[in-house]
């Protein structure tokens, strides 16, 4: 069975600067999708970021960014100029290519931008 | 907007009621999920539905009863309740098979069992 492990419960960063939100994941698995996702206090679960694991190249969405270490099972996103409104829960997911439609969620960071 | 809408947002039910909760979503998507979202814990994988047929049942009990009648509608059946069941309740969709994409989540139905 496929894990997820967030290891950072709540982050906290100054406006502005640069915030990096760690994941790591388990599974036998050569293919597989991986996902950050966003949950602010509305409650929406918003994609932020998505990463094919046949992909070297690590993903890029405008001040989002993974470092993507398939090797050693990490994930993490790169947050640069954070914004007040980059304030919420975020959750590492995990999806194989192949079987079942199981997203498996980790249990999220919750980050703080401070004005 | 993601395209999954989720009714109702909240909902107070007792533990003898029988309540509904409805997601639908028209983004052509065929697979379908419901999570359970307690506070402090990770988001709880419940049922997945890919082609209309369940295809991942975690250990549910049996007081929830998903219902797939068709690609673009998911219910979730709740009756005799605890409070423990008390949490918000998420449901998502994803283009499923070969080329799946991410899954895009509805605003969750805030269940509180008194």
């Known amino acids: 069975a496929q894990t997820v492990t967030q290891s950072q419960p709540e982050m906290s960063v100054q406006e502005a600067e640069t915030v990096t939100l760690s994941c790591t994941y388990d599974t036998s698995e050569s293919n597989y999708y991986l996902f950050w996702y966003k949950q602010p206090p509305s409650r929406q679960m918003i994609l932020v970021i998505r990463q094919e694991a046949y992909k070297q190249q690590n993903a890029t969405e405008n001040r989002f960014s993974v470092n993507f270490q398939k090797a050693a099972k990490s994930f993490s996103l790169k947050i640069s100029d954070s914004q007040l409104g980059d304030t919420a829960m975020y959750f590492c997911a995990f999806m194989n290519e192949f079987g079942n439609e199981k997203l498996t969620f980790g249990t999220g960071t919750r980050l703080t931008i401070i004005p | 907007e993601t395209g999954v809408t989720q009714t109702p947002r909240h909902l107070v039910m007792g533990m003898t009621n029988k309540k509904s909760l409805k997601c639908e979503q028209h983004l052509g998507h065929n697979a379908m999920y419901w999570y359970k979202q307690s506070a402090k814990k990770p988001l709880e994988l419940m049922f997945v539905?890919?082609?209309?047929?369940?295809?991942e049942n975690n250990s549910v009990p049996s007081r929830f009863s998903p219902e797939c009648p068709n690609s673009s509608h998911l219910f979730l059946h709740l009756h005799t309740l605890q409070p423990e069941d008390s949490a918000l309740y998420l449901c998502a969709s994803s283009r499923g098979g070969l080329g799946r994409t991410e899954a895009f989540f509805g605003q969750g139905t805030r269940l509180t069992v008194v």
């Open positions: 539905y890919s082609l209309e047929e369940r295809v």
